[in-house]
């Protein structure tokens, strides 16, 4: 009995010395510092929750990450159904925690996933297996980083999203990088979401080919009106979520347009 009470006392001691919040990697990038931490969150039973943040702005977190699942999962349901028995050609934009990634990459159906982001260091904190999903993203021969500007990439003239292949057109692409069409990391992001702006998106896209967008926030009606100016069908999905940080479920948004 002394023995397993040493014992258990010892794994109290040493969960007690656990640091509550650790700084991982600390990079200055062209939008500002970057920042990879791991909080240890007592009042969720000693939950180990990563965090990525740009300056003050909060990038992921993997205490949240339902929607940008569904994310993949609502919008490689609705390619399925346009090319069915086809191995997909999909992008992702916003690299992140990896958690939209590793869900696309979950389908049988992917043949390809090009995951591109525009921060470097996030990029390399996957390669060197810093965040928990990096290995799993490296070892899965369909996967390739792309350090680029989405924006940049989507525009019908600008390098396209595959570093071997300007021209090549994707069954999918799905996008997690600002916190909605109204709310941008980057106000240079604007005009993407804009008619023109998704037109020149379109353009990279094979016929029949889906368009999926995380949001933090409600649909939005002028949002919706430029997708509909463009594709030839747009859906939103409402998902909740549990937010144990309020106590209570939040929702947030997935459009799913089909050319």
Known sequence: MANSLSIQSDADYKLSMK?????????????????????????????????????????????????????SKLGLAATEQV??????????????????????????????????DYLQPVIDWHQRGLVPLGKGLTGDDRCQFVHGDFFQCA???????????????????????????????????????KPDGLKQLASRLRPGGIFGLWSDDPPEETFMAALNEVFESVETH??????????????????????
């Open 19 to 71: 640091p509550q919040f650790e700084e991982i990697d600390y990079q200055s990038t062209p939008l500002g510092e970057v920042i990879l931490r791991r909080r240890t969150m007592q009042t969720l039973d000693n939950l180990e929750v990563y965090e990525i943040m740009l300056g003050a702005d909060f990038l992921m977190s993997s205490l949240f990450t339902v929607v940008e699942e569904e994310l």
């Open 83 to 116: 090319f069915p028995d086809t191995k997909l050609d999909v992008v992702v934009g916003g690299l992140g925690l990896g958690y939209t990634a590793k869900v696309a990459l979950d389908h049988d159906s992917v043949g390809s996933l090009n995951v591109v």
């Open 155 to 193: 525009l019908s003239d600008g390098p396209g999203f595959d570093p071997d292949d300007a021209e090549k057109k994707f069954h999918a692409v799905l996008l997690d990088i600002d916190h909605s069409p109204d709310h941008l990391l980057n106000e240079a992001h604007a005009a993407f979401y």
């Open 238 to 259: 409402v998902v909740p979520f549990n937010n144990p940080i309020l106590g209570r479920d939040s929702e947030s948004t997935v459009y799913v347009a089909k050319l």
